[in-house]
């Protein structure tokens, strides 16, 4: 299970088979008077789009997507995330919706998957984008900022060390852990036994997410999360870490 570290901001959501470069990143704005807008487009190989529409916290922020050739894909960036997806289509769907949790640009990236991109497939697409619940924002509206103290010398909010094991005929093991925490949802990264990383996301008091291409499955015990990827893959996480308290 190596993963190639590119920076832990850039640890994400996008399935490790999701492209590692982008073009410029696509402004939405919505016709006056309305709530959303739909966007037919196309990526081809190795592109993929950015569209950043500009919300408000508490906004219902959702996400469609309807595919007219290939197999696109899309993930959700909340603002400040760097490329940590808060929703990954590739494992989640194509239908998403959430109530925003802090002002400034969200973004939706469309993507196609590794075999795809090799072979320069053609993705086409209509993307719906809808947000309610008030205007969308002004393109300088700020992020939120979570005020929790980071770890000294690292860019977590937490640091610990959790039971876990990574690869086929492993034992059990511990895997050094890291939180990033935002309002209402928090990134967890692992360095894990054999060398190789995880990223985790939670979010609204559970674990949704992962950057594995399969979905993750989990179960509680008390006050832990214990989440298994795969046929090996097992992590278990106490509420401390990605919420604290």
């Given at each position: 299970m190596n993963r190639v570290r590119l920076a832990f901001a850039a640890a994400l959501m996008i399935p490790l088979s999701a492209p590692l470069w982008a073009q410029a990143v696509v402004p939405v704005r919505f016709p006056a008077g309305q709530t959303g807008t739909v966007v037919t487009d196309r990526i081809v190989g190795r592109q993929f789009k950015d569209y950043r529409v500009n919300l408000r916290a508490g906004q219902m922020l959702s996400v469609n997507m309807a595919t007219v050739r290939g197999a696109p894909y899309f993930n959700v960036i909340e603002p400040g995330a760097g490329d940590v997806a808060v929703f990954v289509g590739s494992t989640s769907g194509s239908n998403f919706e959430i109530r925003t949790r802090m002002s400034g640009?969200?973004?939706?990236?469309?993507?196609?998957?590794?075999?795809?991109?090799?072979?320069?497939?053609?993705?086409?697409?209509?993307?719906?984008?809808?947000?309610?619940?008030?205007?969308?924002?002004?393109?300088?509206?700020?992020?939120?900022?979570?005020?929790?103290?980071?770890?000294?010398?690292?860019?977590?909010?937490?640091?610990?060390?959790?039971?876990?094991?990574?690869?086929?005929?492993?034992?059990?093991?511990?895997?050094?852990?890291?939180?990033?925490?935002?309002?209402?949802?928090?990134?967890?990264?692992?360095?894990?036994?054999?060398?190789?990383?995880?990223?985790?996301?939670?979010?609204?008091?559970?674990?949704?997410?992962?950057?594995?291409?399969?979905?993750?499955?989990?179960?509680?015990?008390?006050?832990?999360?214990?989440?298994?990827?795969?046929?090996?893959?097992?992590?278990?996480?106490?509420?401390?870490?990605?919420?604290?308290?």
């Open positions: 640009g969200y973004t939706v990236r469309v993507y196609q998957m590794r075999a795809d991109e090799r072979r320069g497939a053609i993705a086409a697409y209509r993307l719906s984008i809808r947000a309610t619940g008030g205007a969308a924002a002004h393109p300088t509206a700020p992020a939120h900022h979570p005020a929790d103290a980071l770890v000294a010398g690292t860019p977590y909010h937490a640091t610990s060390i959790i039971r876990c094991r990574a690869s086929a005929g492993a034992a059990m093991g511990q895997c050094k852990a890291g939180v990033i925490r935002r309002p209402g949802s928090a990134t967890v990264h692992l360095d894990t036994p054999d060398g190789g990383e995880r990223t985790i996301n939670f979010r609204d008091g559970r674990a949704v997410s992962s950057d594995a291409s399969v979905a993750i499955r989990v179960t509680r015990q008390g006050d832990t999360s214990v989440i298994r990827i795969g046929q090996y893959e097992y992590y278990e996480i106490p509420d401390a870490l990605p919420f604290g308290g």
